[in-house]
C-alpha cells in the first residue's frame, strides 16, 4: 500500500512540476472586432498555442457577454507540442449597445492527466454593437458585382428619360434620335447626341418612429431594431446613388436631426446616429414631427416614415400630419405585417378559444390591408412589409422611384 502511495506520489509530483515549471506554457487571445453587426451572425474566433514539452488535454470555457445569455460555451481537445489550434464559434446579437466579454480561461492537464492548471487570458473586453453594417458592406459587394438580384433587389426600367444632362458624345447605332444635338452636330460635322443619367443630390430622409408601437418583439429583435437597420441599408444605397441622405428620430420629441448631405463621411454620420439611439417607447408626437419637417426641410424630398400601425384607428389619428407633409414631399411609410398571423389563419380551430383568436387575427390583417389603401388615398405610398423583408421592399421602392423619376 505504502508502495503505492508512493508510486503516485511521484507521478502527482511530476505532473505538478511538468505543468507549472513553465510560467506560460499555454498562450490563448480571443480575435473580436472592435464592433458587432446587430441581427446578423458574427464570427468570433479564439487561437490557443501548446508550449508545453509533452501533448496535453484542453479545456477552454469562453466567458461571452451575459446578453447571450450563453453559459455552455466549451471546447476540449488535445493539443500536440508547439501546436496552434483555432476555434471558431458565432453570436447573432439583437440589441445595439455596448457588449462585455469575460475572460477566456483554459484549462491544461499535466502529463499523466492527474492534474489541471488554469490559465485566464483577455479580461474584460468592450464591444459595441451596431446597426447591420455586415449586412450593407455586402450589398456593395453585390452591387459592385452587378450581383443585386441574388440579394432580392429587382431590375427596374426606367419610365422615360432622365432629365438631368451628362455629356455630349458622338453618335452609335441604337442612340435615341430624339436625344441628336444639332448644333454640336453641325460644329463636329459628325452626329452628336446629348446623354442623359438619373438626378442626383436629391434629399432622402429616413424619418424613424421610436415609439411604443414599435417594440413589438420578432426574432429576437424589436421592429425598431429593423427599422434602424433598414434605415443604414437605404441611406447606404442613396449615397451609392448620388443622393443626399438624412435622419430624424422622434417618439414624445424630435431627438435627432442629421441634416440631408452626400459628403464622405455622411454614411459614417449616419450609423454613428443610428448606434446612439435609445428609446423609453412613449406615445410619438406626430404634430411635433411634422412641424420640424415643416420648418428644417425646405426641399422637396423623399421621406420614408419607419413607424407601425396595428389599427386604422390608430392611423387616423396622425393621417392629417401625414396629408400635410404629403402635400410638400414625396411621403412613405414603411410599417409592418404581422408573419405569424399566418400561422393562425391557416390553422383550423378545434375549441372556442382558437375560434376568436383566428377572428382576431382576420381582423388585424384586414385591418393593415385597410390602412393600406386609406394612406394611398391621400397620395401617401406605403410599404407593408414582414420585418425580415423590409430592407429589401425598401431599397426596391426607392429604386422604384428613382427609376419612375419622382425624385
Known sequence: MLIVLGVAAVFLSLDIFSLYRQSRGITAFRNCPERLSNGDVNTISISITNKYPFKTGITLVEEVPFQFQKRDLI???????????????????????????????????????????????????????????????????????????????????????????????????????????????????????????????????????????????????????????????????????????????FSKDIDEILPADRQRRQRDKILETLYAQKTDFKESDYERLYTTVHRKLSQRSLIILYTNFETVNGMRRQLKYLSRMA??????????????????????????????????????????????????????????????????DSINKYLEFKARGLI
Open 75 to 249: 471546447f476540449k481537445m488535445s493539443l500536440g507540442v508547439d501546436k496552434t489550434e483555432t476555434l471558431y464559434y458565432d453570436l447573432r446579437p439583437t440589441e445595439r449597445g455596448l457588449y462585455r466579454f469575460g475572460a477566456v480561461n483554459v484549462f491544461a492537464t499535466g502529463l499523466f492527466g492527474l492534474i489541471t492548471r488554469r490559465y485566464i487570458f483577455d479580461e474584460e473586453k468592450d464591444v459595441a454593437v451596431y446597426p447591420s453594417f455586415i449586412e450593407m458592406h455586402k450589398y456593395e459587394l453585390l452591387a459592385a458585382s452587378h450581383r443585386l438580384t441574388d440579394y432580392g433587389i429587382k431590375k427596374i426600367r426606367r419610365i422615360g428619360h432622365a432629365t438631368e444632362f451628362d455629356h455630349i458624345k458622338h453618335y452609335v447605332m441604337g442612340d435615341d434620335p430624339r436625344t441628336i444635338n444639332y448644333k454640336a452636330t453641325a460644329r463636329m460635322n459628325q452626329m452628336m447626341v446629348n446623354t442623359y443619367q438619373e438626378e442626383k443630390s436629391q434629399p432622402v430622409y429616413c424619418l424613424i418612429d421610436k415609439g411604443r408601437t414599435m417594440k413589438m418583439p420578432f426574432n429576437g429583435m424589436t421592429l425598431l431594431d429593423y427599422a434602424i437597420n433598414s434605415t443604414l441599408m437605404v441611406c447606404s444605397t442613396a449615397l451609392n446613388k448620388g443622393d443626399k441622405a438624412g435622419l430624424i428620430t
Open 327 to 392: 402635400k410638400d414631399h414625396l411621403v412613405l411609410v414603411s410599417f409592418f405585417l404581422n408573419s405569424e398571423f399566418n400561422e393562425v389563419l391557416e390553422t383550423p380551430p378545434t375549441n372556442l378559444e382558437e375560434t376568436f383568436r383566428k377572428g382576431i387575427a382576420e381582423k388585424l390583417w384586414n385591418d393593415k390591408y385597410l390602412i393600406v389603401k386609406e394612406l394611398n388615398r391621400y397620395g401617401i405610398y406605403t410599404i407593408l412589409s414582414k420585418p425580415e423583408n423590409l430592407t429589401i
